[in-house]
């Protein structure tokens, strides 16, 4: 099987592997982003949790549940 090659100015290939990595980079950043806020969300449901808890075994006498926390 033979490929036919196009030949491409360079500077146009710079150009577009400069916007690739761009988009990229963006795209990382946002992901990012994304973890930092869930895992923010995470930790004060853990924490929510982690307190109701405790007030229900305060209301029925119990000892509360431990739980492990994952990270």
């Known amino acids: 099987m033979s490929e ?3 030949q491409i100015a360079p500077m ?3 150009n577009e592997q400069r916007a690739l990595i761009q988009h990229y980079e963006n795209r990382n950043l946002l992901l990012a ?3 930092q806020t869930l895992r923010d969300q ?3 449901l853990q ?3 982690k307190e109701a808890g405790e007030k ?3 209301l029925s006498g119990e000892e509360p549940e431990t739980t492990e ?3």
Do not use: H, P
């Open 12 to 14: 146009a290939a710079v």
């Open 47 to 49: 924490a929510q949790l």
């Open 69 to 71: 926390e994952s990270n």
């Open 4 to 6: 036919n090659r196009v």
């Open 33 to 35: 982003n994304e973890l």
């Open 56 to 58: 229900i075994a305060e």
């Open 42 to 44: 995470n930790e004060q």
